[in-house]
């Protein structure tokens, strides 16, 4: 019988249920119940178009039906209608909304494989693809020419992110120009990310000067991401300009004050900031510095979610140990494939939490596995462990001790000392070159290298506690993975 990497994620297979859709309006204490996972990762993708509200659609929808009857309009009559309305009109509006409509329907357009089409048809969906990139990025340069700002950026965007170039890649020699364009016209967005362009040399010469005028002109509009920028660079001295922690604090809380879901990022920076204190600039405010990181968590931000998931389950920053938020605050960075949240989750799932999260070996099985798929060595080892250990009747033993030799074979490259000492006993001739082992088996228990010093923090076969005291007192189970 011949088993290949697929066979893996029957290893524990489970009924599939749709994870649990989070509404971020409840109070966490109710959303406590991490989704289960389906490994389908966050984020729409979208491209931002502009830096001002987007008005209401300027054409002429009355074709579409309402409710049910709208599916009965093919998808490519309701292109040509739209197409009708930008033709009928010379308004740089209405042919920008067409031109983006174009590239919205590109990107949600499904991509048919060998395995649902034949090739023919996946050429045919291919060519459609480009046909209609061809024509959005074609009247986007007319109005671009024609001193359109909005059309300017998209098309910059589109160009700084492969769409309607060459091979899909990249080109900033065409999207720089244009978002300096944009920018000299006053769209903020263009602005900052001329910035971008001049501080990392995409599309034209790295010159840190050049970036913070245009982060400035940018700052001056309050666009978060300009001012946070500016902020950092004030704190740590960077762009040429001199270390100035009261200035940069300044900027900081500007940004905060107008963070989006784009850019919460001043709010994380904030709060770590206020956790440890800026000597004459910010005292030390734990309540604050988690209000902080909770307004970011709320607009998605996956560090500023994870940190307050370590808050709760530990008691840091003045917060309580409460096993439902910690679980509703990893849940939300673990959803946009935060690897330590991931992981975090699986110690959750394997001891579970009293009418919290009930106990899952399945569940921390498969977040472990998402977060070594993301290369963090010690999940790498928890999935190398459980296929080892917690076997199935339908696999043989050389199977899963092979699949758990690669997994240790990961994590035992970056270093991790139980992933090497499983390697010693397992396969030998496995281990990675070039990292220094422990020589003897009890130099190894004893978690030293072959030089005496330590391997680690902590013992390399001893049982280990994976969860916090508060869930050694919910249930005393010992872990040896985490």
Same mark, same amino acid.
């Given at each position: 019988m011949e088993y290949d990497d697929d066979d893996e994620e029957d290893f524990y297979a489970r009924p599939q249920t749709p994870p649990r859709t989070i509404d971020q309006r409840q109070h966490p204490q109710q959303l406590f119940t991490p989704a289960p996972f389906n490994g389908t990762p966050a984020g729409s993708g979208q491209i931002n178009r502009s830096n001002t509200p987007s008005p209401p659609p300027l054409l002429d929808h009355s074709h579409l039906r309402p409710g049910a009857q709208a599916s009965l309009l093919s998808y490519e009559r309701t292109l040509a209608l739209y197409r009708e309305n930008a033709k009928k009109t010379n308004l740089p509006e209405v042919q920008y909304e067409f031109a983006v409509f174009m590239i919205d329907a590109v990107k949600s357009l499904p991509i048919p494989t060998l395995a649902t089409a034949n090739q023919l048809e996946i050429e045919k969906v291919s060519e459609k693809r480009e046909d209609m990139i061809r024509e959005a990025t074609g009247l986007l340069k007319k109005l671009a020419d024609r001193g359109h700002p909005d059309s300017q950026y998209f098309l910059a965007d589109c160009y700084a992110n492969g769409i309607g170039t060459v091979r899909g890649r990249q080109d900033f020699d065409r999207a720089y120009p244009l978002f300096v364009l944009a920018a000299k016209h006053g769209?903020?967005?263009a602005a900052y990310r001329s910035g971008t362009c001049c501080e990392n040399g995409w599309g034209c010469r790295r010159e840190s000067s050049k970036a913070v005028q245009f982060y400035r002109k940018a700052g001056a509009a309050s666009h978060p991401g300009a001012m946070y920028r500016l902020g950092l660079a004030e704190l740590n001295g960077e762009l040429g300009l001199a270390k100035s922690p009261r200035e940069g604090v300044k900027w900081l809380k500007r940004s905060a004050e107008h963070a989006t879901a784009e850019f919460p990022h001043a709010l994380h920076e904030l709060a770590l900031l206020h956790e440890r204190g800026v000597d004459n600039v910010l005292f030390v405010d734990y309540e604050y510095a988690a209000e902080l990181l909770a307004q970011a968590a709320e607009l998605g931000y996956a560090p500023s979610a994870y940190k307050l998931g370590e808050c709760y389950e530990y008691g840091k920053m003045g917060?309580?140990?409460? #096993?439902? %938020?910690?679980?509703? @605050?990893?849940?939300? +960075?673990?959803?946009?494939?935060?690897?330590? $949240?991931?992981f975090a989750l699986t110690a959750w799932y394997l001891v579970g939490s009293p009418g919290v999260l009930p106990q899952s070996d399945t569940e921390a099985y498969l977040w472990a596995k998402k977060a070594a798929e993301q290369g963090l060595p010690k999940a790498q080892y928890a999935v190398g462990y459980f296929t080892e250990v917690y076997r199935r009747t339908n696999f043989p033993l050389r199977y899963l001790t092979a699949r758990a030799i690669q997994w240790y074979k990961k994590a035992a490259e970056t270093g991790d000392k139980r992933a090497i000492q499983r390697l010693r006993t %397992? +396969? #030998?001739? +496995? %281990?990675?070159?070039?990292?220094? @082992?422990?020589?003897?088996?009890?130099?190894?228990? $004893?978690? $030293?290298?072959?030089?005496?010093? #330590?391997l680690d923090d902590g013992?390399?076969?001893?049982?280990?506690k994976g969860v916090s005291e508060l869930r050694k007192k919910e249930k005393d189970k010992d872990c040896v993975i985490m």
């Open positions: 769209h903020t967005d917060c309580p140990q409460d #096993p439902a %938020l910690s679980i509703h @605050y990893y849940n939300i +960075a673990a959803q946009q494939n935060h690897r330590d $949240a991931c %397992l +396969a #030998p001739n +496995a %281990l990675p070159q070039n990292i220094r @082992y422990p020589k003897t088996p009890e130099a190894a228990v $004893a978690g $030293a290298d072959d030089d005496g010093e #330590p013992p390399s076969l001893g049982v280990t």
